[in-house]
């Protein structure tokens, strides 16, 4: 069965800070990661995914992820924060069949 | 923005009460998949339809159907409703099956009385 698990609710962060938003997955095969932001009211947006290839990923916005296979981790990360940051993110996985699962999301509040 | 709209954005019903939802996906795209995103929850997969057909399906019981149309536009219909339902639910197409990048719509916030 494939699952994620996001272990932070809320992450803080200063502007200008770098910030990390945690996710680990557990799934049978090769793993198929991706990072999706939802801001207020909106729908989902994809920011980027790891499918095969080098373990840093670069995505949308500035931000990146780190592929760790023997920690089963998938990382959000940006080396500086923005106010503008601050969203909800979710971290998902994909199956054979196209379904994704998606982790309980962790709101990130990024201060000016 | 994508270019997924969803219909209505907010929708009040009453237990027992059938509802149903809309999507239109993005020009060009002939999957459309269906999402449950129960308040402070991540979004759970309902099902995908693809070129008209179900094409996979989640843990959702049968009185959860959908429909997808030619123009690979869709609809959710959720019959006897529970108190349960309340959730934002949320349709999401792609290019294809096996395609990765998800283009999702805005919602639609579903509050079962």
């Known amino acids: 069965a494939q699952s994620v698990a996001q272990p932070e609710d809320q992450v803080n962060v200063a502007e200008g800070n770098p910030l990390t938003v945690k996710c680990t997955y557990s799934?049978?095969?090769?793993?198929?990661l991706f990072w999706y932001v939802q801001y207020p009211n909106r729908g989902l947006q994809f920011l980027l995914k790891?499918?095969?290839?080098?373990?840093l990923v670069k995505g949308s916005y500035g931000f990146e992820a780190e592929f760790n296979k023997s920690q089963t981790s998938f990382h959000l990360k940006k080396p500086s924060a923005l106010v503008s940051d601050s969203a909800l993110y979710f971290c998902?996985?994909?199956?054979?069949?196209?379904?994704?699962?998606f982790g309980s999301g962790t709101k990130l509040n990024v201060k000016p | 923005e994508t270019g997924v709209t969803q219909s209505p954005t907010h929708l009040i019903k009453t237990r027992g009460q059938q509802v149903t939802l809309r999507c239109s996906s993005q020009?060009?795209?002939?999957?459309v998949s269906w999402y449950q995103q129960a308040l402070g929850q991540g979004p759970q997969f309902i099902f995908q339809?693809?070129?008209?057909?179900?094409?996979g399906r989640g843990n959702f019981p049968p009185r959860f159907s959908g429909l997808q149309f030619p123009n690979y536009s869709s609809e959710l219909n959720v019959n006897a409703l529970e108190l349960d339902d309340s959730a934002l639910y949320l349709c999401?197409?792609?290019?294809?099956?096996?395609?990765?990048?998800?283009?999702f719509g805005s919602g639609t916030q579903l509050s079962v009385l």
């Open positions: 790891y499918i095969t290839g080098d373990n």
């Open positions: 799934v049978s095969g090769n793993p198929y």
């Open positions: 999401a197409s792609s290019l294809g099956v096996d395609e990765e990048k998800l283009f």
């Open positions: 339809y693809y070129r008209e057909e179900e094409n």
């Open positions: 020009s060009g795209h002939n999957t």
């Open positions: 998902a996985v994909r199956d054979g069949f196209n379904k994704f699962y």
